[in-house]
Nanobody, 115 residues
């Protein structure tokens, strides 16, 4: 059984920073892709960023230059450093991992950017 434990969400003012963390535990041999998605009320879930095991990264255009994704393969943990946050970044953020034949989602962590 694989579980994803997310942390780091919260309320922050525009221009502020937050770091999300997601630790994967359980029967894991290797994680191909680790990533973060987000979903705002009334909108579809979208990919924010992902990172391959070898380090290749992909970002949503609107977060490029503000967000940084990283992973620690030894700890099966993925991080999302979010800087210069904007109100439009407000959403529930979900961790996602792809093990190849299967994939898993975290429970979601709320990020609210408001003054």
């Amino acid at each position: 059984q694989v579980q994803l434990v997310e942390s780091g969400g919260g309320l922050v003012q525009p221009g502020g920073s937050l770091t999300l963390s997601c630790a994967a535990t359980g029967s894991i041999y290797s994680i191909d892709v680790m990533g973060w998605y987000r979903q705002a009320p009334g909108k579809q879930r979208e990919l924010v960023a992902n990172i391959l095991r070898g380090g290749t990264k992909k970002y949503l255009d609107s977060v490029m230059g503000r967000f940084t994704i990283s992973r620690d393969n030894a700890k099966n943990t993925v991080y999302l450093q979010m800087n210069s946050l904007k109100p439009e970044d407000t959403a529930t953020y979900y961790c996602h991992i792809d093990l190849g034949p299967t994939d898993y989602w975290g429970q979601g962590t709320q990020v609210t950017v408001s003054s």
